[in-house]
């Protein structure tokens, strides 16, 4: 993930984060451009990885009842709470949000804030393109998102030619609904995206203490196979009371992992659209090698040169 400047312009929804770990396609939500990592949707440019916000799909998958009468009343209980933390999470106006997965290679980071019809995100990621770093706003769902990114950034996330680039670094773009890097970049933003995102086929429960002192239960359960033949571990903490999630962890059986941490639920910071913003049709970009967010890779082996970041 590529050191933030204190320079780099700041989305107007966002306050300014702490600086990043020197590391990182997508997604609390987004998929994660780790291509050995996962399979779907949290680098900004999904090509795998859980993207940022929950982890976990609406529709939870049945685990087989085996084993003794308790184990399988224990899993329905596991399943019964999953599914009012789900509910809880899509009611909330609003959350805040930190997300990191890696697969050891590479690393991506989201710093977001979701409401119910939209939100922001600060991503930071490594990829074949260099260090990533860009913002996206999203004013209304379904509407237009804001894109501001380095140089790797708009390559890989957007398709704008690297000799188009420089004079597009730090300039918002707007991509419309139907524009090529929108179903890429616009899945993950909102709070019901949030919900959506996490992969844990719940099993058990068991109380806990959170960080802060206060009462937690944890939803332990499985990598849901819709994340690929991996298979994996993951839990979901959340509030005693409010159901409310307050950290969630997967980790597959390759050593990939996802963990992401919520705060300021039921709070919607506002979002308003960046002025003076390009249309991304104006730029003359097409998909780049691996896709929009793929990092650069491709079946074809073909892989772009490394551009410089910020």
Do not use: C
């Not at 959350?95 to 991506?108: C, F, K, L, N």
């Not at 939803?219 to 409010?242: E, F, M, P």
């Amino acid at each position: 993930m590529a050191d933030v400047r204190s320079d780099y312009p700041t989305a107007p929804w966002l306050s300014p984060p702490p600086a990043p770990p020197a590391t990182p396609a997508r997604p609390r939500n987004r998929a994660l451009v780790l291509a050995a990592v996962f399979a779907g949707t949290l680098v900004a440019g999904g090509a795998i990885g859980f993207a940022a916000g929950l982890l976990t799909r609406s529709n939870v998958s049945t685990p087989p009842r085996t084993g003794s009468p308790n184990a399988n009343s224990a899993a329905t209980q596991a399943r019964a709470l999953y599914r009012q933390a789900l509910a809880a999470t899509r009611a909330s106006a609003g959350v805040h949000y930190v997300a990191v997965s890696s697969d050891g290679t590479v690393t991506q980071k989201i710093v977001g804030d979701a409401t119910q019809d939209g939100g922001g995100q600060l991503i930071t990621l490594n990829s074949t393109f260099g260090n990533e770093q860009f913002t996206l706003v999203l004013v209304r769902n379904g509407g237009a998102v804001y894109f501001q990114g380095n140089l790797p950034a708009l390559e890989d996330q957007l398709g704008v030619p690297a000799a188009k680039a420089p004079s597009v670094q730090g300039r918002w773009v707007s991509v419309a609904s139907g524009d090529g890097p929108y179903g890429v970049i616009a899945p993950g933003i909102t709070v019901a995206d949030q919900a959506q995102s996490m992969t844990l086929v719940p099993t058990s429960t068991t109380q806990i203490t959170a960080a802060d002192g206060s009462k937690a239960t944890r939803i332990i359960g499985t990598v849901s196979s819709q994340q690929g033949a991996r298979g994996g571990t993951a839990h979901l903490d959340i509030a005693a009371g409010s159901n409310l999630p307050i950290s969630e962890v997967s980790t597959l059986s390759n050593g990939a992992t996802d963990t992401a941490t919520f705060s300021n639920w039921g709070t919607a910071k506002p979002t308003t659209a960046p002025a003076g913003a390009v249309a991304w049709t104006s730029l003359g970009a097409s998909a780049p090698p691996g896709g929009y967010g793929g990092g650069g890779g491709s079946s074809n082996g073909q892989t772009p040169s490394a551009t410089p970041g910020l």
